[in-house]
C-alpha cells in the first residue's frame, strides 16, 4: 500500500516562508493528482490546493491564492507546498493526500506536517 | 461557513444504523463525486467512502447515496468504532475550488 510522508514543517514568525515536502512511496506518483488540505487547531478541513500529473492544472483556494505556490517533482515522488508571508492563522496540520484527478475527492493521505505561526 | 452543510453532531447506540448528510448545490455536490473521510482525535483523516467506492479496509456496513444536491453516508450497524469526526467533500465547478463540509461528530453511545 503507498505511503505519503511530510516534512518541512516547523515554527515560524510572522511574515516567514516555509516549504513543505510530500514525498510518495509504494504507489505511482505519477498516476495521480495531488492536494494540500490543512486543518487548524480544533477546526475542521480546509482545502489549500490542487495539483495534475503533469501539472497543467492548478487550482488554490482564493483566500490563499498568491501567498501558497503548490508544484510537484515527478522525478522524485514530491509534492511541495510553498508558503510565504505566513500569518497567525495559516498555523494548520497540513496533511498532502492523492486523488485519481484534480476535481476527484482525496484518497490516500499523508500524516501531516504542523506549521505553527508565532511571534 | 461551509458551503457544503453537515449536521454538528449525529449520535447512535451499538448495531444501530445511522445517516449523516451533506448538502450542497448543482454546481458541486450535483455534478461531482463526493469524498467522506473519518478523523479520530484529530489524527490524519481516512477515507471512508469515494464517490460510490468503498476503499480498502472499509466495512461494507458502510454505504452511499446522493439525492439532487444532497450527499448521504450510512452506517449499518454502528460499532464503537466508527466515533469520529465525519467530513464530506466535493469539487465546485462555479468557484473551481474544493469544498469540504463542516464535519459531523458521531458518537457511538
Known amino acids: 500500500e503507498g505511503q505519503l510522508v511530510e516534512s518541512g514543517g516547523g515554527l515560524v514568525k510572522p511574515g516567514g516562508s516555509l516549504r513543505l515536502s510530500c514525498v510518495a512511496s509504494?504507489?505511482?506518483?505519477?498516476?495521480?493528482?495531488m492536494n494540500w488540505v490543512r486543518q487548524a487547531p480544533g477546526k475542521g478541513l480546509e482545502w489549500v490546493a490542487s495539483?495534475?500529473?503533469?501539472?497543467?492544472?492548478?487550482f488554490y483556494a482564493d483566500s490563499l491564492k498568491g501567498r501558497f505556490t503548490i508544484s510537484r517533482d515527478n522525478s522524485k515522488k514530491t509534492l511541495y507546498l510553498d508558503l510565504s508571508n505566513l500569518r497567525v492563522d495559516d498555523t494548520a496540520f497540513y496533511y498532502c493526500?492523492?486523488?485519481?484527478?484534480?476535481?476527484?475527492?482525496?484518497?490516500?493521505w499523508g500524516q501531516g506536517s504542523l506549521v505553527s505561526v508565532t511571534s | 461557513q461551509s458551503a457544503l452543510t453537515q449536521e454538528a453532531s449525529v449520535s447512535g447506540t451499538v448495531g444501530q444504523k445511522v445517516t449523516l448528510s451533506c448538502t450542497g448545490s448543482s454546481t458541486n455536490i450535483g455534478s461531482y463525486f463526493v469524498g467522506w473521510y473519518r478523523q479520530v482525535s484529530h489524527g490524519p483523516p481516512r477515507t471512508v467512502m469515494l464517490?460510490?467506492s468503498l476503499p480498502s479496509g472499509i466495512p461494507d456496513r458502510f454505504s452511499v447515496s446522493k439525492s439532487g444536491t444532497t450527499a448521504s453516508l450510512t452506517i449499518s450497524g454502528l460499532q464503537p468504532e466508527d466515533e469520529g469526526d465525519y467530513y464530506c467533500s466535493s469539487w465546485d465547478h462555479s468557484l473551481e475550488t474544493r469544498l469540504f463540509g463542516g464535519g459531523t461528530r458521531l458518537t457511538v453511545l
Open positions: 464517490g460510490n
Open positions: 509504494g504507489l505511482k506518483f505519477d498516476d495521480y493528482a
Open positions: 495539483i495534475s500529473v503533469r501539472s497543467d492544472y492548478i
Open positions: 493526500a492523492t486523488s485519481e484527478a484534480v476535481r476527484r475527492p482525496p484518497d490516500s
